[in-house]
Structures are given as C-alpha cells and as structure tokens.
C-alpha cells in the first residue's frame, strides 16, 4: 500500500488554526514526479540531504537516524525558510539513502521550542 499524501493538523480551538503541514513522498522506487505547478519555497521534486543543506544552510535542528524493532526511522533536519517565509520552519525527513521521504511545515515558534527540548536532552536534562 502506498502511503504517498497530505497531513493536516490544527489546533484544538475555538478557530481550529492550522498547526502544521506534512508532504511525505513515500515511492522510493520513483524518482520522476511530475507536479502541475511549481513547488513552494524553490523546493524539487527529487532532493537529497546535501541539496537541502546547500539550498537552506545549516539546520536548527537534528535527530539521527535510528532503528525502532525492524523499522528504519530516519535523519530528520529542521530548517528556517528564508526571507519572505521566515516565519515558517520546515523539517525534512530522509531515508536511508538520504533522499527527502517526507517534509514537515510548522510555525517557526514551535521548531525553536523542539529546538530547545533537543538541546536539553543532548546535555543530560528531562
């Protein structure tokens, strides 16, 4: 079963605001999709860990690949976009060859407090 598609999360408020946005592109196997537009943000179709670092700098944030019982979870790299979009931080998600499987929308708000509870837990805290 393919698991190709568009996440949607919203707040659980009065306004139901968005809360994030999650593109995972799941085909390993196909590496010439065809979208009817431009993507956003001056994003390809096909992107790899060095593109995405050459194209946004370093990341703010980043968690390693890991193994939980057979499945592999992989690299994960937020970035701040830039300027018009700074205010949006996206998190790229790669397999384990380092080609992009999944890209992750959030307010740059919530990827600097990520961004802090990954700090605190690489120095010892809770």
């Given at each position: 079963?393919?698991?190709?598609?568009?996440?949607?999360?919203?707040?659980?408020?009065?306004?139901?605001?968005?809360?994030?946005?999650?593109?995972?592109?799941?085909?390993?196997?196909?590496?010439?999709?065809l979208f009817p537009n431009l993507l956003p943000f001056g994003l390809e179709p096909v992107m790899t860990q060095r593109w995405v670092r050459n194209r946004f700098g370093h990341p703010i944030t980043y968690v390693a690949a890991?193994?939980?019982?057979?499945?592999?979870?992989?690299?994960?790299?937020?970035?701040?976009?830039?300027?018009?979009?700074?205010?949006?931080?996206?998190?790229?998600?790669?397999?384990?060859?380092l080609f992009v499987n999944r890209i992750t929308f959030i307010p740059v708000e919530r990827a600097k407090e990520i961004q802090s509870a990954l700090e605190k837990k690489r120095l010892g805290g809770k």
């Open positions: 079963m393919k698991r190709e598609g568009v996440f949607l999360s919203f707040f659980n408020n009065q306004d139901k605001n968005l809360k994030e946005v999650a593109l995972r592109l799941e085909d390993e196997n196909k590496t010439d999709w890991n193994v939980i019982m057979t499945i592999y979870v992989g690299v994960e790299q937020t970035y701040i976009l830039p300027t018009p979009n700074q205010n949006i931080a996206a998190a790229f998600s790669y397999n384990n060859v």
